[in-house]
């Protein structure tokens, strides 16, 4: 980048939120991916109005920007190409407004996700979508992602909380799309939109989000199966008694060996599947829950059942589950998350197709997810220094990815599409459907200024 | 630069998934990437495959690190990034040598326990002859570059003389059944007197004996600066001087002494005889309540709200969140205050990061003077000396009423 531009950039920003080193630059190279790009250069704006002169300056001088929240993303979305700058909004960290009569928040895309859920807690309140890297991700990301979370099964994800955005167009304008209310049909619905759209057609500035009140109880349960399928017909006969648990977590055999064999925590190491369950609501209606929940889980032949009501109870039937991330690298250091998904119904017959995939390339492929969306994240295990294993493993995802289309589901429940899953967008979304959103993009975008090359290349 | 097998296996399994950003004081305070565990393994990466090489950027990014450890005890992948950081100012110092005043501190002063005396009483002449009043009306300081008049307040009253010159060799209580040797560290010895009183007012009247060995300085400041050689020689001498008496056990004051202690067997390769003694090593609260099963009578003097800081050093060692906590609630009942969730982390003294870091640890301390002010406790108890000279910095710094205490003198005066 040219010594004027850069001057420029720090008049618009002030020159300590500019960073210029190769050494600083490195720091914004990755996301939770194994891609790189080293940014030109690293700029934190303050505000909106710094974010679209940026960007009018982009489309003058025609350099790349590259939006960046935690960079936790897992599809290479805030990647950066070099001569590119990467935007990073983490700075504009400000919850502006809980309003408990109209239910929402106001914040600025770079609020941590976790925090948010701490502050309208503290009012009572509610914000479902709860990504599991929450403590760190930030809510533009969530938006630009659609992230999603164990709870989307009965909450939905964060696309169902965006009520409106403040966006700096790829051109340069602040725009405002949606409102404060949760009907809106005013125009094309550009929120929607823009919530996935991975940072291509905007820069989300500001966010309004809807809450709901904060469940008053919750209870847990935990539930042992022989066989997946077991664990499958417990899901369907809940939902066919009218529940809709909060959380429904499922791990495999794999995955369930793993996490006993780094804790010791006494699971049964001969299980096929192991059902995490919660429901919340109002204390007498999750009590009722809670039984139906029992007897569901009874008639599939469950074969241990635990369940718990206090904080301290819960947290113990949860450890297994929140080991599982750290307790499957100790096989291999490289784990390469997919989150292909399925329709619930099809589960069983997902968590037998990935078995095999594993077993042909010979790769440790444990699974656990969500079972209530058919979010299942097969997760591959390797070392990425080995480049049989890499290829091996990358032609695994091929073959994840057909199974799920194959069964009516999808490349990325949540993930997004990123560079990763460029390559096989068109598996899905057919080349019309690629078409239209290429035109979509050049009409907002035309000197494709806004991370371009993701998601499909113009 | 080069790394062990163990390093490179964590260098590794680093996913950059980012975890570590909610909790590295340092990304918290900056929202900056190259401060945080993540950035720092990249920048290895780098390093290692020759991609990158030592500059002055580089070395800057590396120096700045609490080495807190809270990223790694936090790591679904268990990476330890403060080790790795450790390794990497060990390359550095390699690759370029040590700055010149840490040069003259470590092997000068520090290797030679008689003149870091010398050093000592010089610094005390100069606080206890009131020049230090004059230079600091007379703004003289202001005058030198680098906000030296902040720092200069930041060093340590020297107490007169040394701890261990003050005390006898042995110590024996009442019935002495049990025998331990002692390790002061630096900041006891020469600077809070009250604690090591505490500690041996404590153990001796619970029928302990107390011997307080020939000892220098535990290695950390060396360590943390990547001078290896430095702290192996100090390493080499404090097992020679603390396993010669086979005591029953070694106690110590100082939470990031006795993380050093701790890792001695790991770092420098003495034939095992401190793998052996490992064992007996712990903190003075873990002795109280573990070995000595000590009950203590609830206070009849009130000291007003307490509450706990966390050192980072102490914490992550067994019983080492609990054990002060029980002691302290055994005398202060319901006026012992958790600090809020977000405040109990690093205060961001670690070491002489807050020398070279001055305003990046102030911003560290934040949360945790935030909490302060909304507590208004009457006493910071805390398990490391280097925390309570930081922690009664900040508090000043703040104007808050409250005194930092180090745990075990709370109990003295209390009982
Ligand atoms: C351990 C771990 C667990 C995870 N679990 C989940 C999970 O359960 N569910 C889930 O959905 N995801 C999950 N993720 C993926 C990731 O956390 C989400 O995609 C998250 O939304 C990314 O947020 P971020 O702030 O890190 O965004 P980044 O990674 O920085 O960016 C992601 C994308 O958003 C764009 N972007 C960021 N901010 C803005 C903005 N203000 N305006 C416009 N575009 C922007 C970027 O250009 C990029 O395309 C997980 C990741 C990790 C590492
Ligand atoms: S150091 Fe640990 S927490 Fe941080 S990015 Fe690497 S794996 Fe994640
Ligand atoms: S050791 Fe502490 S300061 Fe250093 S990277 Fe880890 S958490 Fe941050």
């Known amino acids: 980048m040219d010594k004027d531009t850069v001057k420029k950039i720090k008049s618009v920003v002030g020159s300590e939120y500019v960073l210029e080193s190769p050494e600083e ?5 990755y996301d939770g991916t194994a891609r790189r790009g080293i940014p030109a250069l690293v700029v934190l704006p ?43 909004l983490s700075r504009m960290n400000r919850i502006l407004e809980i309003s408990r009569d109209d239910l929402l928040a106001v914040v600025e895309p770079g609020v941590v996700t976790g925090r948010l859920h701490r502050a309208v807690e503290k009012e009572g309140l509610f914000y479902p979508p709860d990504p599991s890297s929450l403590q760190t991700c930030t809510i533009g990301g969530n938006v630009a992602e659609n992230a ?34 949760v009907k809106n049909v005013t125009g094309y619905d550009l929120t929607g939109l823009l919530t996935g759209s991975e940072g291509t057609l905007g820069i989300i500035t500001r966010i309004t989000l809807r809450l709901v009140p904060k469940p008053r109880a919750v209870q847990t349960a935990l539930a042992v199966y022989n066989r997946v399928e077991d664990a499958a017909s417990t899901v369907t006969a809940m939902i066919r008694r009218g529940i809709i648990p909060a959380t429904l977590e499922l791990m495999d055999r794999i995955t369930i060996r793993c996490v006993e ?119 591959i295990l390797v070392d990425k220094r080995d480049p ?71 | ?90 390359d550095l110092v390699a690759a370029r040598g040590l700055p010149v005043i840490k040069r003259t501190v470590f092997q000068q002063l520090l290797k030679n326990d008689g003149r870091l005396s010398a050093a000592a009483r010089l610094v005390c002449f100069y606080q206890r002859s009131g020049i230090q009043r004059l230079v600091r009306a007379g703004k003289v300081l202001n005058l030198l570059p680098g906000g030296l008049t902040v720092k200069e307040s930041l060093l340590p009253r020297l107490a007169a003389g040394e701890f261990r010159k003050l005390v006898p060799r042995v110590n024996r209580g009442k019935k002495s059944t049990l025998r331990v040797a002692y390790f002061t560290g630096c900041m006891t010895n020469y600077v809070f007197h009250r604690t090591g009183r505490s500690v041996l007012n404590l153990l001796t009247g619970n029928g302990v004996e107390v011997t307080i060995p020939e ?16 702290a192996g020689e100090l390493a080499r001498r404090n097992i020679a001087g603390f396993t010669q008496s086979e005591p029953d056990y070694i106690v110590v004051d100082c939470a990031s002494c006795l993380g050093t202690l701790l890792e001695y067997p790991r770092l420098f390769d003495d034939g095992g005889t401190f793998a052996r003694a490992e064992e007996k090593v712990m903190d003075i609260s873990r002795f109280l309540v573990e070995v000595l099963d000590i009950k203590l009578p609830p206070a009849t003097k009130d000291a007003g709200i307490v509450t706990y800081h966390d050192p980072c050093h102490l ?75 930081h922690l009664e910095h900040a508090i000043k710094d703040a104007s808050l009423p409250a005194r930092v205490v180090h745990t075990v003198e709370l109990l003295n005066i209390l009982t």
């Open chain 2, 215 to 230: 000892q220098g300085c535990c290695g950390l400041p060396a360590l943390a600066a990547g001078d290896y050689d430095t």
């Open chain 1, 46 to 88: 303050g505000n909106a109005r710094e974010v679209a002169e940026i960007v009018r300056l982009a489309n003058e001088k025609g350099f790349p920007i590259f939006p960046r929240g935690a960079g936790t993303g897992l599809s290479g979305g805030s990647v950066p190409a070099e001569q590119g700058l990467a935007m990073v």
């Open chain 2, 315 to 389: 914490k992550r060692t067994p019983g080492g969140k609990e054990y002060p906590r029980a002691l302290l609630k055994m005398v202060s009942g319901p006026r012992f205050v958790e600090l809020p969730a977000d405040a109990g982390r690093c205060c961001g003294s670690a070491g002489s990061f807050n020398l070279e870091h001055y305003r990046l640890s102030r911003e560290v301390v934040k949360p945790k003077i935030r909490a302060l002010e909304v507590m208004q406790p009457d006493i910071i108890a805390t398990g490391c000396p280097a925390c309570m000279l």
């Open chain 2, 1 to 90: 630069m080069k790394l062990n097998e163990t390093q490179e296996q964590m260098i590794n399994r680093c996913s950059r998934c980012g975890s570590c950003q909610a909790h590295c004081p340092l990304y918290l305070a900056t929202g900056v990437e190259p401060l945080v565990a993540r950035g720092k393994v990249e920048l290895l990466e780098h390093l290692i495959e020759g991609r990158l090489e030592w500059n002055d950027k580089l070395a800057e990014v590396f120096s700045t690190c609490l080495l807190c450890g809270n990223c790694g005890d936090n790591c679904p992948n268990q990476v330890r990034v403060d080790h790795l950081v450790r390794e990497a100012r060990r």
């Open chain 1, 261 to 379: 064999n780094y804790l010791r925590l006494g699971l049964p190491m001969d299980a096929g599947a192991i059902l995490l369950i919660e429901v919340d609501g109002l204390p007498a209606q999750v009590a009722e829950e809670m039984k139906l929940v029992e007897d569901a889980c009874r008639q599939n032949s469950c074969r241990a059942l635990q369940t718990a009501t206090d904080a301290a109870e819960r947290e113990r039937l949860w450890k297994a589950r929140r080991a599982v991330s750290t307790a499957i690298v100790q096989i291999k250091p490289t784990k390469i998350s997919e989150d292909a998904t399925v329709p619930r119904s099809k589960i069983p017959e997902m968590v037998e197709r990935l078995k095999s995939i594993g077993e042909k390339y010979g790769l440790h492929l444990p699974v656990f997810g969500h079972a209530g969306d058919g979010n299942l994240h097969p997760n």
């Open chain 1, 25 to 29: 630059r490195i720091c914004y190279s």
């Open chain 1, 388 to 458: 049989v294993e890499m290829e091996k493993a990358e032609k695994a995802v091929q073959e994840i990815f057909r199974a799920a289309l194959d069964l009516g589901g999808t490349l990325s429940g949540e993930h997004g599409v990123g560079l990763l899953k460029k390559p096989y967008l068109e598996w899905e979304a057919g080349a019309g459907g690629i078409e239209y959103m290429k035109a979509i993009k050049k009409a907002v975008d035309p000197r494709n200024v806004l991370n371009p090359g993701k998601i499909f290349q113009v």
């Open chain 1, 148 to 181: 999603g979370g164990p709870r989307a099964f009965k909450y939905g994800v964060t696309r169902d909380y965006v009520l409106g955005l403040e966006v700096v167009t790829p051109t340069g304008e602040i725009i405002n799309t949606g409102g404060r209310t």
